[in-house]
């Protein structure tokens, strides 16, 4: 009931200081997976869906007072993606894999949008993890080894010397904490879009995967903020 009661709330137009306050109620409560049961609807997630601009037919990200509510709604869906089963089923219905890699390439030179960022590769990657016929969808459908690889390369301020060359600069400061997890939460995702792609048949898919590959050797010669993230990120 009360889980109901905060996404009715979310459900009207309210102050921004409320919805995020209510989303970061319903986070918490959605680590529970019996609460989620009688929660884990169509309307609810189109609800929360509708929060992190996920539907939007205009520039989703125009407002940045409006950013920690997004965040928030994506931490939600995550949290309900991981401990529903239904939630993943609702997921493949209401097309959320499709509007997640547009919400992700709205964010690409924007300033302000890393957590937005990756909590939307995060979602990505438990929805790829979790839903083969998700999984199936970014590779075949939705240019999904494109999308994570330039979200990869934004992540880690990637710059080109030649085609399949990275340039290298021995003197580049360490990644921040938000680029670090970025790029951690695409690889994640980018293993699993790619897991059954050992046999590449098509002339884009051999530049694809060459352009990936490039990337990744520039990941293992960068560094994170930490001893650790580093460790994680390689």
């Not at 409560?29 to 609800?47: A, E, F, H, W, Y």
Request: hydrophobic share 40%; aromatic share 4%; charged share 25%.
């Amino acid at each position: 009931k009360l889980c109901e009661g905060i996404l009715n709330i979310l459900e009207n137009d309210t102050k921004t200081s409320c919805q995020v306050a209510c989303l970061e109620a319903l986070r918490i409560l959605s680590r529970d997976k019996k609460v989620l049961v009688p929660v884990t609807t169509k309307r609810n997630m189109q609800i929360l869906m509708k929060l992190a601009k996920l539907d939007s037919v205009e520039d989703p990200l125009e407002r940045v007072s409006e950013f920690p509510v997004i965040v928030e709604a994506l931490k939600c869906l995550c949290n309900i993606i991981f401990n529903s089963s239904v939630a993943q089923k609702l997921s493949l219905e209401l097309n959320l894999a499709a509007m997640l890699c547009s919400l992700l390439q709205e964010c690409k030179d924007r300033p302000l949008v890393d957590d937005i960022k990756c909590f939307d590769l995060r979602l990505l990657f438990l929805l790829s993890l979790l839903h083969t016929d998700i999984r199936a969808q970014l590779r075949q459908e939705l240019q999904g080894v494109q999308v994570l690889t330039q979200a990869l390369e934004s992540s880690l301020s990637v710059r080109w010397t030649e085609e399949y060359k990275v340039a290298e600069d021995c003197d580049r400061p360490p990644l921040s904490l938000q680029e670090t997890d970025c790029a951690i939460e695409a690889l994640k995702a980018l293993f699993n879009v790619t897991l059954d792609s050992w046999n590449v048949h098509s002339k884009n898919e051999s530049h694809q995967f060459r352009y990936m590959a490039a990337i990744l050797r520039h990941c293992l010669l960068t560094t994170g903020p930490t001893e650790e993230k580093t460790e994680e990120l390689h």
